[in-house]
C-alpha cells in the first residue's frame, strides 16, 4: 500500500506560481512513476506531468510545457508539481498517483493504482 498526500495549493493571481507537494508513505517509490492529474468542474481528469522514480524521466502535457516541472526527491519520498506562469485555465483541483507501469498507458487514470486525495488550485484572472 502507498499513501500519498497532496500539499500546497491555493489561490493564486495569473502569472503567479505555485508549488504542490505530494509526500508517499507505505513504500519506497523507487519501482513506481508518479503522475499528477487535475480535473476541472465538469470536466474530465487529464495527466498533466509524470515522472519515472527511478530513472528520473520525464512526461509533461502539451498545455503546461515550459511552464510546469515535474520533480522527486527519493530522501523526502517526496514528488513536486512547480507551476509557472499559472492561467485562469489551469484551474482545477490536482491529484497525484502512484503505477508501476510506466508505459503507453501513463496517461490513463486507471494505470494508476494508488492516489491522493486532491488539492485545489484556483488561478484568478
Known amino acids: 500500500q502507498v499513501q500519498l498526500v497532496e500539499s500546497g495549493g491555493g489561490l493564486v493571481q495569473a502569472g503567479g506560481s505555485l508549488r504542490l507537494s505530494c509526500a508517499a508513505s507505505?513504500?519506497?517509490?523507487?519501482?513506481?512513476?508518479m503522475g499528477w492529474f487535475r480535473q476541472a468542474p465538469g470536466k474530465e481528469r487529464d495527466l498533466v506531468a509524470a515522472i519515472r522514480w527511478s530513472s528520473g524521466n520525464t512526461y509533461h502535457a502539451d498545455s503546461v510545457k515550459g511552464r510546469f516541472a515535474i520533480s522527486r526527491d527519493s530522501a523526502k519520498n517526496t514528488v513536486y508539481l512547480q507551476m509557472n506562469s499559472l492561467k485562469p485555465e489551469d484551474t482545477a483541483v490536482y491529484h497525484c498517483?502512484?503505477?508501476?507501469?510506466w508505459g503507453p498507458g501513463i496517461g490513463t487514470e486507471t494505470t494508476y493504482d494508488y492516489w491522493g486525495q486532491g488539492t485545489q488550485v484556483t488561478v484568478s484572472s
Open positions: 507505505g513504500r519506497t517509490l523507487s519501482s513506481y512513476a
Open positions: 498517483a502512484a503505477t508501476t507501469d
